[in-house]
């Protein structure tokens, strides 16, 4: 395959004539032939890009289209006269490569659809290949009038072949379960075929043949109940599709029917697909409980990424059935509900009913909502009073919070009721299964984020508004938590906090809030006050790392609030962070070989890393930046920077660094003149940790990268505020970074080298560091442009490239970048030289090349001034290197993103205009 695909098209043009003439003189040569005329269509239009330039694609592409009148006489050929089913199988498949591209006419003016179906179908070993080849038919969008009626005869020929020997009313899931590999298949494959053929041509089937069409989608809900999640997924992608358009009330879409004739017209499948999508509904990922292999009911290990994309499809299905009828949404949710009532339950039953109620959100008008959530939570706690068995009343406990979790817009307006579910979660979080406790916290801070201003407000018939209330009971309701849980508390007690609107009752409440941590945390530094050495145990260590953390989580929900807290305890965590500084630097050169690895010297770590982190926070979240800047940056650079630049590389927190860049992140260039202090005290230590190698310190590598990008952007002019050698370091870092292996230094190093190289183009020092640095950037991003490791960083590598040859064909760079030797040579100037730079680069680099390829590719570099073709002649010319081979898919990840982009911006303006479809967390308070 490999050879004809060089020569077919100018040494070998008698192949296919040659290839079909020996295919008819025996089976066996014939199934040969067949297999390498597939394998010459997949490295043709399959897996050609990439792996051979634009042209030579297009030229074989055409050659086999203008050719491929024999190759399907050879397949009419097999067809007619095969009595060899293995023979017959081959061709069938090598057909199904050749659908994808052939010109229609081989469909529309031959025989080939009534052959496939009327001869082959009914064959057991041939039904899939048959389906197959159909699906790739009906897969061709041609909206003319020849390949339609293609499509109306090949559809309803298919349903009344296929109904001989499939019947309509079969328990297809029951079936399944019985059935053999062969059978799974072509039930698999069926779904494929009536998905693809209703997604392209739904509208014509409509008109032209009714009874088929629904025939067809009776089918397909039949195998939506099949227990087989590939099947189902393929189900699910129809159904979205068809309510979604069902749901778009926009009658220049359905032809001769209006929009309500439409939904009539699917309503008994509707039906059927309301009852798969309630009784199968996926597990949402609030939900932490899950049976086990053993039947337990246990916490979830890891989250199901694919389960989470099939509930997003499922949701979404059940939002737009329930616009289209909710009464019949409801009363299917009712009498499944009614069933569990009455005893009719498994723990999977409840789950999903109790899941696809979940997913209605916002669907419903409040009164509506009100009443059906009423009924249904009602029956819930009910039912967990009834039941026996902690496996069970944990399952009900997880899908009551589920449920309350998803209508904070019930809630809000229903403030007895939101007590009594806020008092629920509290007991919840007494109660020890594995996962309740969790989902107990997780669904109170979901509640506090959109309910929050309940909380605060003295609501009728109370003597104080809740959050005292709870505030006030905090160490009853805590007390069964782990600190993880504990943190996701406070957490929430921060939203609700923040939700006041008087700051002095803000800083009472918060006072309030912390107070117990704020004792424990006195006590423990007063016992340090006369006992330092208490510091050193790690019990002290881990309770004081848990405070910090519970501040952190605070910080975080309260934002700049935070402040009158900060104060408080800012001394403290400034001395406290010192000291255990200086007992790690005393003591790791007398600790031994492992003194870093100690239990006692990690615990201290800790601590200092949870110091950080709230620092950041704080100060990513406060307001008063001219405060912060003369009262707590000082402190926290003298004492931040010290320890970094004073310890050992194992024991530097890489955490410093990401403070520095949060920092530059916040004050931008009212920082500036600080940078030096900082380059001073982290720059060289962090290159000789991390320049070693591409493996070691990745923390430290990531996070002092992003801090130089930082630096670049909001304070540039603070490179000239710093040694001179710091700026060789800096740009030689930067190169460092591109040339990573890590993706994302590698992307962050070229993203601060553009930036870098805009910002320079403006200075007075410009001339200076092109003459300096000019070449060396030039031929490390050629380096890294043909270097296989770095093919994900295309997009940024072309742009800069092409910056650059731009800024000296432009003349913009005067200075000259030839060396001295030419500095005679009257006749040279910066655009010539670096024409011949390049050619001489590559010359040297690539041996493979010829002088004259290598010329070719370098004047189009220089004469192209649009990018988008610069970075496709440059994605020509590394397929054609020998030393670029293999997949080369990443060189077009620039388009892959911005049709991404595309997608999720219009997936996203439309969920926004159908109520529901957006989850009450993805929403503004005020939107609900």
Known sequence: VQIIKQDWTKYWTSFV????????????????NMYILMLMSEEIFDFSRGQMTKAKIEELKQTFRNEFGQIFQLCEFVFENAENEKLTLTTLQTLLKFLVWIPVNFITSTNLINTLILRFLPINSLKSPVVKCLTEIATIKMHNEEYENAIILMFVTFINAYKVFMNIETNFAEMYVNANQTYCEFIQDSSIFFATIFKNYRKLLEIKCTDALIQGHAYLAGFSLVDEKEIFKICTDYWIELVRELHMANPALTLMHNNNDRKNLYASILTRVRFVIVTKM?????????????????????????????YKTMKEILVFLTHLNEPETIKIMFELQHRIMNGEWTWNSLNTICWAIGSISGVQNEDDEKRFLVIIIKDLLSLCEQVKGKDSKAVIAS????????????????????????????????????GVQDMACDTFLKIAKKCGRKFVTLMPGETMPFVEEIIAKISTVI?????????????????????????AIIEKLLISLMESQNILW??????????????????????????????????????FHFMSQMRRIFLNVINLYKYYSQFIIAFIPTGGQYASKTITVKSMR???????????????GAKEQQLILQHFIPPLFETFLQDYATNVADTRDPEVLSLMKNIVLKFKSSITNEIPKIFSAIFECTLTMITTNFEDYPEHRTNFFDFLSVVTTHCFNAFFLIRSEHLKLVIDSIIWAFKHTMRNIAETGLATLYDFWLKMSTCEIAEDFYKAFFLNLYQDIFLVLSDTLHKSGFKLQATILFTMIRDVKSEKIRTPLWPVNLMQNNQINNSSFLFDHTCNLLVTSFSNLNKNQIQYFVRILFETADLPRFK????????????????????????????????????????????????????????L
């Not at 849980?485 to 700051?503: A, C, D, K, L, P």
Request: with cysteine.
């Open 872 to 927: 496709s002649h440059l994605r020509d010319f590394l397929v054609e290197l020998k030393e670029f081979s293999g997949d080369n898919e990443e060189l077009f990840t620039e388009e892959k993103e911005a049709e991404k982009e595309i997608l999720l911006a219009e997936q996203r303006r439309q969920a926004i205009a159908v109520p529901g479809l957006l989850g009450p967390y993805e929403m503004d308070a005020d939107a």
């Open 522 to 559: 006195e006590r423990i530094l007063s016992e340090a006050t006369n006992n330092i050495d208490s510091l050193r145990s790690v019990e002290i260590a881990k309770q004081l790392c848990n405070i910090l953390k519970i501040n952190v989580a605070v910080a975080k929900s309260t934002t």
């Open 399 to 434: 899908n009551i919070m589920y449920i309350v979790g998803q209508y904070p817009r019930f809630l809000r307006s229903h403030w007895k009721f939101l007590k009594t579910v806020v008092n629920k979660l509290f007991e919840f979080m007494h109660e020890k299964h594995p």
């Open 282 to 310: 996926a597990k949402p990922e609030e939900v932490l409980i899950v049976e086990d292999e053993n039947g337990e009911m246990v916490r979830e290990t890891y989250k199901d990424s694919d389960n989470l994309v099939l």
């Open 606 to 620: 800790s601590v200092k890393r949870e110091i950080l982190k709230l620092v950041e926070i704080f100060i990513l």
């Open 479 to 503: 007390d069964m938590l782990e600190p993880q849980q504990i943190q996701t508390f406070y957490e929430s007690m921060g939203h609700v906090v923040r939700t006041e609107e008087n700051t």
């Open 17 to 32: 004539p040659e290839i079909v003439g020996a295919s008819k003189t025996n089976p066996s040569l014939c199934e040969n």
